[in-house]
C-alpha cells in the first residue's frame, strides 16, 4: 500500500468533483466522527451527524471561491482530505448580521488585536482521515501539504476552533508540538454551535 498526496484543487477543477468524490469524504467524515465521538460527551453541537449531511458539507464548500482541497488516497481511494477556506467564510472572524456581532464580535476583535489581518487568515474547513487508516500519518501529513500550501498563497495565520472533545483537543496540540506550531491563546471559550471544547486561539503558518 502506497497513499498517494494529490496536488491541491480549486476553482472550476474542485467545483466539478462528482457527486460520488464528495459522497466518498462525505462517508470518511462522517464515520470518523462517529468512531472517534462514540460514547463521549460531545462539548458542543454535534457536526456531521449523518452521512447525508456531512456529504452536503462537502458538497456545498466546492462551490466556494478562494477555497481548496488536498486529497490523499490508496489507488483509486480516498483515504484523507482537508479543505481550506479563508477566513472571511467564519461568522467568528466576519461577522454577517447584528446577531452574529453580539455573539461573535468579541471573537474577531481578539483576532485583530493580535495584529493579525481577516485577509490573510483561515477558518478551519472539513478534514477528516480514514479511520481504517488510523496512525499512518495522513491525517498530519494533508495538513502539513495544506500549511505549505496556504503559505504559498499568501496567507499568514489559522484561526482556531471547531473542536468537540478532549481527545480531538489532545490529538491537535499534539500535531502542534511536533510540528513546531505554537498556538496563540485567548481566555475565550469556543462557542458551543462551533465546537464547543477549548479556547479560541489562532497560529502563525512557519
Not at 82 to 108: C, D, M, Q, V, W
Request: charged share 25%; with cysteine; aromatic share 12%.
Amino acid at each position: 500500500m502506497t497513499i498517494e498526496y494529490r496536488d491541491p484543487i480549486d476553482g472550476e477543477e474542485m467545483a466539478n468533483l462528482s457527486q460520488a468524490e464528495t459522497d466518498e469524504m462525505g462517508s470518511i467524515l462522517y464515520e470518523v466522527r462517529k468512531h472517534n465521538l462514540a460514547g463521549k460527551i460531545v462539548a458542543g453541537n454535534q457536526k456531521h451527524h449523518t452521512e447525508e449531511v456531512a456529504g452536503l458539507a462537502c458538497k456545498s464548500i466546492t462551490k466556494l471561491d478562494d477555497v481548496f482541497l488536498i486529497r490523499a488516497f490508496d489507488g483509486d481511494k480516498c483515504v484523507g482530505f482537508r479543505f481550506i477556506k479563508p477566513a472571511k467564510y467564519s461568522s467568528l472572524a466576519t461577522p454577517r448580521n447584528s446577531e452574529e456581532e453580539s455573539k461573535y464580535g468579541h471573537i474577531r476583535d481578539w483576532w485583530l488585536s493580535q495584529g493579525l489581518k481577516i485577509s490573510e487568515g483561515l477558518a478551519p474547513g472539513l478534514f477528516a482521515a480514514h479511520k481504517d487508516y488510523a496512525g499512518q500519518g495522513i491525517a498530519s501529513t494533508v495538513r502539513n501539504l495544506c500549511n505549505v500550501e496556504s503559505k504559498r498563497r499568501g496567507y499568514v495565520w489559522i484561526a482556531g476552533h471547531d473542536i468537540e472533545d478532549k481527545s480531538r483537543w489532545d490529538w491537535t496540540m499534539h500535531y502542534y508540538q511536533k510540528n513546531g506550531i505554537v498556538p496563540v491563546f485567548s481566555d475565550i471559550d469556543c462557542p458551543n454551535e462551533l465546537g464547543g471544547y477549548g479556547k479560541i486561539y489562532y497560529y502563525k503558518l512557519v
